[in-house]
């Protein structure tokens, strides 16, 4: 076919194409078509970069894992603060303390575990405590039974479940529990109401009433008991201390080689002797120990303006007075220094805050103030091992509160997918609906006829 022909076919087929309509704003559709394909990729970026966020950063949260030979110092924090009624609160095995510091109690006296390590905070879920029964006296305890042990690596607390009771040791380095029922010679559960260390960590003392009855909203005992439990191995001895009246003073304490003594009302129990004791039967008694062979506790008088002194038991010879109105003793760093709890200064508004003090009873004016301590929260023990004359605390960041356990991972996860599978879903769907608006056909796109 010469060149001449072929150029006058393709006019001929030319003029016989189809018209092709397009729209004015074909140009714009498509670069509204672009946006949204790029707002899209973005949100989905952005949300797997939260969930992803959501799920390893609890991972890497303070004391998530345990710290071994990290270089981290140990210690007691020279501030505690208050816990929020809904942070979530975790069992002893979870929480991924390996060492505590502090057991707190709030308000409602549950407890709360401070990290040696990094000071972070552990509302604690406590299987049996006798607080979270909310059965005690038809209410929470004000001191309920539960301490941490002098090197902070063991922590022990009252339990209760119908009519059984005892002990329950956690282990904090390895998250394992051991139950220790408590008993009579006859069987009847009893109820432990406090229990403390030995110095040496090494023994348990406790004391509480047998258990008569146990409902909803009532309880009974008698009489009272008191025993030692040996740490390790779990041998334990029980006395029977007095007829569970509970009218005036009562503690416990144990000795570094196991020795008990127990006071209840006006009968104070060490070893196979009983005596009587000529203490008000309106004092209050708010710390009990051992002090080499003799026996000491702070005793406080009922009403106002009466003072709090150190005595030695069974005579009830006064040893000194102490400062701060009805200071609890937290333990003894050594023979001459010990740690109380007490209020501070008063002022107009009533009794100053709460706060940790080292204490020379031959100097109780010196008394420097060690932790400052919340009005909502007070420590029931301190890792004593912990603190030093010359170094007793140590300054820790405000924590940030555990708002959510480990638990509720799978829940996030599902979640976190749904929520983006919903997204992504929805802005497709949107894409698809959104209306195309139709113009009028411009001139026509055609290749324009040709001579021949």
Not at 122 to 127: R, S, Y
Not at 195 to 202: D, E, F, H, L
Not at 247 to 271: E, I, K, Y
Request: proline share 8%.
């Amino acid at each position: 076919m010469s060149g001449e022909r072929l150029r006058t076919e393709l006019h001929r087929i030319a003029d016989r194409a189809p018209e092709i309509p397009v729209p004015d704003d074909l140009f714009t559709r498509g670069r509204r078509a672009h946006t949204r394909a790029r707002v899209l990729g973005a949100v989905l970026a952005v949300g797997c970069l939260a969930l992803l966020a959501a799920l390893v950063v609890p991972l890497l949260r303070p004391g998530a894992t345990p710290i071994a030979g990290g270089g981290a110092t140990a210690g007691v924090p020279d501030r505690l603060y208050g816990v929020p009624d809904d942070a979530r609160r975790q069992e002893v095995g979870d929480t991924g303390v390996r060492r505590g510091a502090v057991v707190l109690l709030t308000d409602r006296s549950r407890a709360t575990l401070v990290d040696a390590y990094d000071g972070s905070y552990h509302p604690l879920e406590l299987p049996g405590f006798l607080n979270d029964t909310e059965r005690a006296n038809g209410g929470y305890l004000s001191n309920p039974p539960v301490a941490l042990s002098p090197d902070g690596t063991r922590l022990v607390w009252g339990w209760v479940d119908g009519d059984e009771g005892g002990l329950r040791i956690a282990d904090l380095s390895s998250g394992r529990v051991r139950e220790v029922p408590l008993s009579t010679d006859e069987g009847a559960g009893l109820l432990v109401m406090t229990v403390t260390w030995s110095a040496n960590g090494r023994w348990l003392a406790w004391d509480g009433p047998q258990i008569d009855r146990w409902t909803d909203d009532a309880r009974t005992g008698n009489p009272s008991f008191a025993g030692v439990l040996a740490a390790e191995d779990g041998r334990s001895s029980t006395v029977v201390v007095g007829d569970g009246g509970w009218s005036g003073p009562n503690g416990v304490a144990v000795s570094d080689d196991g020795a008990l003594v127990a006071v209840s009302g006006d009968t104070m129990v060490r070893a196979d002797e009983r005596y009587h004791l000529t203490l008000s039967d309106q004092a209050e008694m708010t710390g009990l120990r051992f002090d080499g062979d003799r026996v000491v506790a702070i005793v406080t008088g009922r009403g106002a303006g009466r003072p709090t002194e150190l005595v030695e038991l069974p005579s009830g010879r006064r040893l000194s007075a102490l400062p701060g109105p009805l200071p609890a003793e937290l333990g003894a760093l050594d023979a001459r220094h010990l740690v109380h709890l007490s209020s501070g200064p008063a002022d107009s508004n009533g009794p100053g805050d709460p706060e940790v003090r080292i204490v020379d009873p031959q100097r109780p004016s010196q008394a420097p103030v060690v932790i400052k301590v919340p009005d909502d929260a007070r420590p029931a023990s301190l890792a004593l091992d912990l603190m030093s004359l010359d170094r007793p605390t140590v300054e820790r960041p405000e924590p940030s509160w555990p708002w959510w356990t480990g638990k509720e991972r799978p829940l996030l996860d599902v979640t976190g997918a749904l929520v983006l599978g919903g997204l992504a879903a929805l802005l497709w769907v949107r894409a698809r609906r959104r209306p195309r608006t139709r113009t009028a056909p411009s001139p026509t796109l055609t290749r324009g006829r040709r001579g021949r």
